[in-house]
C-alpha cells in the first residue's frame, strides 16, 4: 500500500507540475534515444561489414596476384617466379590438408559493347566450383556450367550493372555482347554484389557488379593477356572443411605458393574469416564509445532531476514535517522521494525508448544508414535511465528523510 500511495503522489506531481516534469525528463529522453539510436547504427554497420564479409566465404583462402610494374614484373620473371597459375592450383589440391575445392580465375580489363552501349568492365574466367565457393547466386539464367568448359563455349554471366545498362528493359538471357572483338551469348544475371573497406585491400578494387564471367577455357583460348609477363591466374580461392585452423592452413598454402615462386613475394594471401574477427572487435569498440558519448546526456538527464527533486524537497519541507509528525518514519520519506525520481526516469525512459526506435527507422529510411536496433540496446538504455534516476534520486531522498520534524513544520 505505502508503494502504490508513493507511485500515485509522484504521479500528481509530475500532473500537477507538467512544464517543470517534461523539462526535468528531458535529457532523460534525449539520453535513451541517442543511446539506442547511435547502438543501431552501430549495429547496422556491423551487420552490413558481416554479410559484405560472409560473400568472401568464411571458410576461403584468397590468394590473389600483386598488381606489378612493368620493372617489378621482369625482376619476379628474372628470379623464375611464374606468377599464380594452374600449377598452383594443383599443388594446393595435392598437398594442403582438409581442402574442399579450389577455384581459379583469371582476370583483364575489357571494353564492352551492346548495340549502341559500351561500357568498361572486367572479364573474369572461372571455372563452376567457382560461384559456390564465393558465393555467387545467378539473378536470372544460371552460372558457369561443366559443359561450358569443356566445349569451351563463348558464353558468359553478366554482373547486375552491366545488366542494368544494357538490358533495361529487355530479358538478356540468349542475347549476344561483344567482348573485345568477341561474341559473348549471356547465360546468365548475378544477383547485386557489394564489397568494401580498404582491409580487403585489391579485392575492393573493383565493382563486382561490372563483372563478366566466363569459362576459364574459352579466357584462355581466345583472350591474349595484356602484359606479355602476366601471370596466368589473378586469384585461386581455396575451399576448407572448417575455419578451427584456417590460420595454420593459410600458413601451409603461402609456403608451398613461396616455393613455386622461389620466395618472390607476388601475391598475397586474404583470409576473409580472420577480417571478419577483427571487423566484429572494431565494432564492438566503436558501439561502445558511441553508447558511452550518448549516455553523457542521461547523466546531464541525472543532474537534471537530481537539481529538480532538491528543489521539490524545499517546497515541501512543511509536508514533510507534518507527514513525520502523524508517524511517517524516515524509510517512508526516502522511499517517496526515490519513488518520485524512480517516476520520472522511468517515464523518460519510455518515451525515450519509443523516439529511439523512431529516430533509428527514420534514418533508415531517409539515409543510405543501415540501422539496427537490438534488444540489448534498448534494455541497456532504459535499465541505464532508471540507475541515473536512482542514483541522483537518492542524495535529495536523503536530505527530506533527515529533516527534523519540529523544524519542518515551523518552515515557511
Known amino acids: 500500500m505505502q508503494i502504490e500511495e508513493n507511485i500515485r503522489v509522484a504521479f500528481n506531481g509530475l500532473i500537477e507540475h507538467k512544464v517543470r516534469s517534461f523539462l526535468t525528463m528531458l535529457g532523460i529522453i534525449f539520453g535513451v534515444a541517442s543511446v539506442i539510436a547511435m547502438l543501431s547504427i552501430g549495429e547496422g554497420a556491423k551487420r552490413e561489414a558481416i554479410k559484405k564479409y560472409q560473400q568472401l566465404g568464411v571458410n576461403n583462402i584468397i590468394i590473389r596476384d600483386m598488381d606489378l610494374s612493368d620493372k617489378e614484373l621482369e625482376e619476379a620473371r628474372a628470379k623464375f617466379s611464374p606468377g599464380l597459375s594452374m600449377k598452383d592450383v594443383e599443388a594446393i589440391r595435392q598437398v594442403v ?21 559500351s561500357l568498361k568492365a572486367t572479364l573474369v574466367g572461372v571455372t563452376p566450383c567457382y560461384s559456390e565457393l564465393l558465393n555467387y547466386t545467378a539473378d536470372l539464367g544460371s552460372f558457369i556450367q561443366e559443359d561450358h568448359c569443356v566445349r569451351q563455349l563463348k558464353v558468359c554471366v553478366i554482373g547486375a550493372d552491366v545488366a542494368a545498362k544494357f538490358f533495361n528493359v529487355s530479358d538478356p538471357i540468349g542475347q549476344s555482347i ?22 580487403v585491400g585489391e579485392l575492393a578494387s573493383r565493382d563486382l557488379n561490372s563483372d563478366i564471367y566466363i569459362p576459364l577455357s574459352t579466357f584462355n583460348a581466345r583472350f591474349e593477356p595484356t602484359k606479355q609477363l602476366s601471370s596466368e591466374l589473378k586469384q585461386i580461392t581455396v575451399k576448407v572443411e572448417d575455419t578451427g585452423n584456417i590460420s595454420h592452413i593459410a600458413g601451409i598454402v603461402e609456403n608451398l605458393v613461396s616455393r613455386h615462386h622461389f620466395k618472390n613475394k607476388d601475391f598475397s594471401i586474404v583470409i576473409p574469416v580472420e577480417l571478419l574477427k577483427q571487423e566484429e572487435k572494431e565494432r564492438r569498440i566503436y558501439n561502445i564509445l558511441l553508447g558511452s558519448i550518448a549516455a553523457i546526456s542521461l547523466l546531464v538527464g541525472g543532474i537534471g532531476i537530481m537539481n529538480i527533486m532538491l528543489a521539490t524537497v524545499m517546497e515541501r519541507t512543511r509536508e514533510i514535517g507534518v507527514r513525520r509528525a502523524i508517524g511517517a518514519k524516515r524509510d517512508d520519506i526516502l522511499s517517496q522521494f526515490i519513488t518520485e525520481s524512480l517516476v ?23 539515409t543510405e544508414i543501415t540501422t539496427n536496433v537490438t534488444l540489448y540496446s534498448v534494455v541497456i538504455a532504459f535499465l541505464f535511465s532508471v540507475l541515473v534516476g536512482v542514483t541522483f534520486g537518492y542524495l535529495p531522498a536523503k536530505k527530506a528523510a533527515n529533516l527534523k520534524p519540529i523544524e519542518s513544520i515551523r518552515y515557511e
Not at 105 to 115: I, L
Not at 178 to 185: F, N, R
Open 344 to 366: 520520472i526516469s522511468i517515464t523518460g525512459g519510455i518515451i525515450g525508448v519509443l523516439i529511439g526506435l523512431s529516430l533509428s527507422l527514420t534514418i533508415s529510411l531517409s
Open 178 to 199: 561483344k567482348v573485345e572483338d568477341q561474341w559473348l551469348e549471356v547465360v546468365g544475371v548475378l544477383q547485386n554484389k557489394s564489397l568494401f573497406t580498404e582491409t
Open 97 to 117: 590438408p582438409q581442402v574442399v575445392d579450389v577455384a581459379p580465375q583469371a582476370e583483364r580489363e575489357v571494353e564492352t559493347k551492346y548495340s549502341d552501349k
